[in-house]
């Protein structure tokens, strides 16, 4: 059973700053990509960030230069690093990441979401 959390979360002013964790936890053998997704009220869910095994990161065009995308790969843990935040970057929050199992079983896995609200 694999799980992932995110943490983070929160109300800030815009032009502030927020960062968002993501763990992985359960039967682990190895972690593929992994990437962030939002989705804000009546929209569908978009990709922001993704890193990949090699360390190779893209953004959505929205948030470059704003947000960065890391990972320490000993914890199993992935972060999103947002600045300069603007209220259209208001959304629910979600993990996402390919991940092969100790029974070598490979599946996508999300978070349940963490809420991210900006104000004007």
């Known amino acids: 059973q694999v799980q992932l959390a995110e943490s983070g979360g929160g109300l800030v002013q815009a032009g502030g700053s927020l960062r968002l964790s993501c763990t992985a936890s359960g039967s682990i053998f190895s972690i593929n990509a992994m990437d962030w997704y939002r989705q804000a009220p009546g929209e569908q869910r978009e990709l922001v960030a993704i890193i990949r095994s090699g360390g190779q990161t893209d953004y959505a065009d929205s948030v470059k230069g704003r947000f960065t995308i890391s990972r320490e790969s000993a914890k199993n843990t992935m972060y999103l690093q947002m600045n300069s935040l603007k209220p259209e970057d208001t959304g629910v929050y979600y993990c996402?990441?390919?991940?092969?199992?100790?029974?070598?079983?490979?599946?996508?896995?999300w978070g349940q979401g963490t809420q991210v609200t900006v104000s004007s």
């Open positions: 996402h990441a390919m991940i092969t199992t100790t029974a070598r079983s490979s599946a996508v896995y």
